[in-house]
Nanobody, 122 residues
Framework: QVQLVESGGGLVQAGGSLRLSCAASGRTFSSYVMGWFRQAPGKERDWVATIRESGTFYADSVKGRFTISRDNAENTVYLQMNSLKPEDTAVYYC?????????????????WGQGTQVTVFS
């Protein structure tokens, strides 16, 4: 069982930056594939980024602007978001599971955080 708690969301002007954090419970955090997803009002939950042993992977819409990373000693995964745009406005969720591939679909993940709101204004 894994519990995830996101933090770091907020209100930011376009072009600005935010860093989201997702703290995970459990002693086997390093073995989990971690993903970030986002959901805007009235839209489906979209994949943003994944980190796994083989590397990091990004949706085209955030590639070059967002960076996913993890600190296994702190049981935390991060999403550094730079050059933010109004279309990045959404509730951001982190997710975790083991043994999944490719980790780009919400249905692959068992464990989810409660979400953190990111609002980008122009």
């Amino acid at each position: 069982q894994v519990q995830l708690v996101e933090s770091g969301g907020g209100l930011v002007q376009a072009g600005g930056s935010l860093r989201l954090s997702c703290a995970a419970s459990g002693r086997t955090f390093s073995s989990y594939v971690m993903g970030w997803f986002r959901q805007a009002p009235g839209k489906e939950r979209d994949w943003v980024a994944t980190i796994r042993e083989s590397g990091t992977f990004y949706a085209d819409s955030v590639k070059g602007r967002f960076t996913i990373s993890r600190d296994n000693a702190e049981n935390t995964v991060y999403l550094q978001m730079n050059s933010l745009k109004p279309e990045d406005t959404a509730v951001y969720y982190c997710a975790a599971d083991r043994g999944i591939w490719p980790g780009r679909h919400s249905y692959e993940y068992t464990y989810w955080g409660q979400g953190t709101q990111v609002t980008v204004f122009s």
